[in-house]
């Protein structure tokens, strides 16, 4: 039996099959088009028509409307005189004159002061976005939807990732490098890419027409014209689809959980070798070196241990957890399954300081935390009842080892200190109104975090700002950013080299 959130997965992934098989058929969408511009042409010369009978309508009503505005002023500025004559030794101003003003829409409040409020946009709305709010915003469309994608990172970007102490420049343009998994239409035309983004410029001043910030080196090459690239290789043979996909610490080796139940680990280094040149290529299946274990059931949570080269954990809908270890250059798995939840295995964690813990959630509601050495299979360590409802995914502090996020189906997370796991969650945002899907600490901080949901929107916070002089309704002080607009949004994946 299916979790809830499981379900959930299951209605988007079929959705999206639907929307790439209207892609399929775009060949009648351009048939409609050129219908489309047959009629409009038809009705150019009467749309002309319409247009200045319109505009002629449309300034006569302006007149009336400034004539209107006026009086209404006038007629608020007696009511206001004859009000303060009767009122004289009082500096507030009457009930009546605030009725007043908020009737004729002055927008002031009972304390006569502004109040800032955030807008959100409305699910029917098409929503454009401002250069101005990010320092680079690039987007890549693929053939085919993806659930998930993961950073392969280059023999510097490695280097950075094993040591905490190592910090790169932050010189644009960007290169990254990343793998994802594909949910085709049909099963056969499931595909895992592997894809190269190059000349990735700063895009904040892309609208606009004035000189560049002095804050802004010519290092940067803001003003330059060139086109973002995309080189993208692809693995075909596949015979479903793909639900996460997760790199080997930002090697190009990777694991992934399909639709029929198995967990595949993939080389992928032909095609990034190929990728460093810029040579896009197609590899099947039966031409890597890869390894499948099979499952009885399907599952989404996957991790990879940052402290010990070729450890995997995978969690399937049937509540089991496998350890898989690099043993002679082949990976072997456990024969005995972690089975202490009581639902659907979400979401997965290994320690950032202990290569024999993990954490796990489930559908259950608990974040668990695991020590492999007890050799308990049957028992968490550490048991939190998180949440309510399902726990759909979780994120692991990498700087302060005692904090875990957790996301759940209600659109609340929280954060915890193990340090003290019989106590309730350190904070608790009840932001999102729909269920979290992806949850993920900034690698180097520890207070920095992300968050996605079905609402649609993805949400930055940052728990060290305590601001005292918040003047905006309903937000809360840690609240850094909000992306909107992005629909279907199912995987955050942070790039330390970026930030």
Not at 158 to 171: A, D, F, P, R, T
Not at 287 to 294: A, G, R, S
Not at 318 to 333: F, H, M, P, S, T
Request: contains cysteine; hydrophobic residues 30%.
């Amino acid at each position: 039996m299916q979790s809830r959130s499981q379900r959930r997965r299951r209605i988007l992934k079929q959705c999206i099959q639907k929307k790439s098989k209207i892609e399929d058929n775009a060949h009648v969408t351009q048939e409609i088009d050129s219908d489309y511009e047959d009629v409009s042409e038809m009705e150019e010369d009467e749309h002309i028509q319409y247009e200045d009978e319109f505009d002629d309508e449309y300034g006569k009503l302006s007149k009336q409307f400034s004539q209107r505005v006026k009086k209404a002023k006038s007629i608020l500025i007696v009511k206001m005189k004859k009000c303060c004559k009767r009122k004289k030794q009082s500096q507030e101003p009457s009930e009546q004159t605030q009725l007043i003003i908020k009737e004729e829409g002055y927008g002031i409040g009972d304390s006569g002061e502004s109040k800032k409020r955030v807008w959100f946009y409305d699910e029917a709305e098409n929503l454009d976005f401002d250069n101005r709010a990010y320092n680079m915003l690039h987007r890549v469309t693929t053939e085919w939807p993806c659930l998930s994608c993961d950073f392969v990172l280059t023999e510097e970007e490695q280097l950075q990732y094993k040591n905490k102490e190592y910090h790169k420049m932050n010189k644009y343009p960007y290169t990254v490098y990343m793998a994802a998994g594909t949910q085709a239409a049909q099963p056969t035309k499931n595909q895992i890419y592997l894809l190269k983004l190059s000349k990735m410029h700063k895009t904040k001043y892309d609208d606009d027409d004035a000189s560049l910030s002095e804050d802004d080196s010519e290092d940067d090459n803001l003003s330059n014209d060139e086109e973002g690239q995309v080189h993208l290789s692809s693995v075909t043979g596949l015979k479903c689809g793909v639900n996460r996909i997760k790199t080997m610490n930002g090697q190009a080796i990777a694991a992934y959980w399909n639709e029929n139940g198995d967990v595949s680990i993939l080389d992928l280094n032909p095609l990034y070798k190929k990728l460093l040149t810029n040579q896009q290529s197609q590899f099947n299946l039966s031409q890597l070196h890869h390894k499948v274990f099979k499952n009885q059931h399907e599952g989404f949570a996957l991790d990879w241990s940052r402290l010990k080269l070729g450890d995997l954990i995978s969690g399937s809908s049937d509540g089991k957890i496998y350890l898989y270890q690099l043993n002679n250059n082949d990976w072997i798995r456990e024969n005995k399954a972690y089975e202490y939840h009581k639902g659907s295995v979400e979401d997965l964690q290994f320690s950032p300081i202990e290569s024999f813990v993990f954490a796990s959630c489930s559908s259950d509601g608990s974040l668990c935390i695991v020590d492999t050495r007890e050799g308990k299979h049957k028992q968490a360590q550490i048991l939190v009842k998180a949440h309510n409802c399902d726990v759909n995914v979780i994120s692991w502090n990498q700087v302060s080892a005692t904090l875990v996020a957790t996301g759940a189906d209600d659109g609340c997370f929280k954060i915890w200190d193990l340090k003290y796991p019989k106590n309730d969650a350190i904070s608790e945002i009840q932001f999102h109104n729909k269920a979290i899907t992806s949850i993920q600490f900034q690698p180097n901080s520890d207070s920095s975090i992300a968050v996605s949901s079905e609402d649609h929107k993805l949400s930055i916070w940052d728990f060290a700002v305590e601001n005292e002089n918040n003047n905006v309704d309903d937000i809360p002080d840690q609240l850094m950013f909000v992306h909107q607009g992005q629909k279907d949004s199912q995987r955050i994946e942070i790039s330390s080299n970026l930030l």
